[in-house]
């Protein structure tokens, strides 16, 4: 069979250009198509733009802070829209370094959608077939709404980096990291916001002691939590403002209601049923270790496939697949010990198992604690304390979980992480000197 391409990936995002890449460089003939813009939703509305938001929300605490410092910062204001544009203009710029990228290992680009027409075959928005060998699934998730009459009045987070003017009040709904990271943000930059959950938890697979922690110091700082909140809907009222219904009585008035409730496989009329690709209960795509789907010539990775939703990990898979498919090196990634965070003020970070976890799968479980104030914050006349947990296996002593909260808890545990990875023991954290004075020194001197 002669096909147009070797391989075609629907969805420029981090797995796509990744699989994309490599496979060019193996010498596949690749083509990826794309309906919004290259980069997908990390670069573009994920992971970059949020980031950007959480450093320029954080100088409001910063400047508050500097003047135990000695530093004069009256006067001092904030513009919304300079943060917005130049956070905008730095996606701009990594969206051409992606395309160039692509180009540079002549990986062609459509940028439009396409779906599957057959087992070989992509249809691209304008009409036009293209024939290939293998078709990679790399289409990412979508933010879901809850179906709730007024849900049309609420935003997502594909909206909420392009807001005209920061609202007086927002309300979050959600649980996760999303909706958390978005709380401080907010909260930061002046908006008076209230976080909601229909649950009695935040942050599920988080350490909930750590959770816990986040709760209590978000609330100390102004931020509404309130759980059990179901909101069965949602009232425009005549002044233009929102009514958001909790279902207990306790309804909360806002300008802004922002859902960040969970992101589903991005599938929805894209021709898989179709051609007999199976998906789950949920729309991701079903793949087994190698990123292979039911049908020889089509594969998925990333978040369409919902196994594990970060960057990272879509970025492994796409490579991964390409390896396997182009360069003659089958193999597969280990999902163990992955670290992640919540950008959250303070920010939480976690790898391995949970105290909860742990309990519930050990005989012997070892739990080692450091609760403290950062030297900073002691000066700053902060009351806002950090907690490091260490989970130890007590069995072997291997270090099997930490979890941390405090500030730069994400930089300090991605190194930390290789040890967790590596299979370390307490003894070998409690051989480790100290780097004096750091924050990062509590996880070689627990007790
Ligand atoms: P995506 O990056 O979503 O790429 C999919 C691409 O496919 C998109 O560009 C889309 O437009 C395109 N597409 C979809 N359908 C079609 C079609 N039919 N035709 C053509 N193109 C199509 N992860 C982290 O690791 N760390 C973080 O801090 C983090 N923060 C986040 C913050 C937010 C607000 C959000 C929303 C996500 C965040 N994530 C974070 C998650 C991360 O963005 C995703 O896990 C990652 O982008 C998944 O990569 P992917 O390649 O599977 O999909």
Known sequence: MNYDFDLFVIGAGSGGVRASRIAASHGARVAVAEEYRV???????????????????????????ARRFGWDTNGA???????????AAEVDRLEGLYGQTLGNNKVEIFLQRATVAAPNLVRLADGREISAKHILIATGAWPAVPAIPGAEYGITSNEVFHLEKLPKRAVIAGAGYIANEFAGIFHELGVEVTLVTRGDKMLRSYDQEIVEKLVGISRGKGIDVRFDFKCPAVRKQADGSLLIESGNGDDVETDLLLFAIGRVPKTKDLGLEAVGVALDGD???????????????IHAVGDVTNRVQLTPVAIREGHAFADRVFGNNPRTIDYSAIPTAVFSNPPIAGVGLTEEEARATLSDVKVYKSDFRAMKNVLAGRNERALYKMIVDGATDKVIGLHLIGPDSAEILQAAAIAVKAGLTKQDFDDTVALHPSMAEELVLMK
């Open 39 to 65: 980069g997908g939703t990390c670069v573009i509305r994920g992971c970059v733009p949020k980031k950007l938001l959480v450093y320029g929300s954080h100088f409001a605490e910063d400047l508050a802070d």
């Open 77 to 87: 204001t904030f513009d919304w829209p300079t943060l917005r544009d130049n956070v």
């Open 283 to 297: 729309g991701a795509v079903i793949v087994d270790a190698h990123n292979a789907t039911n049908v020889p010539s």
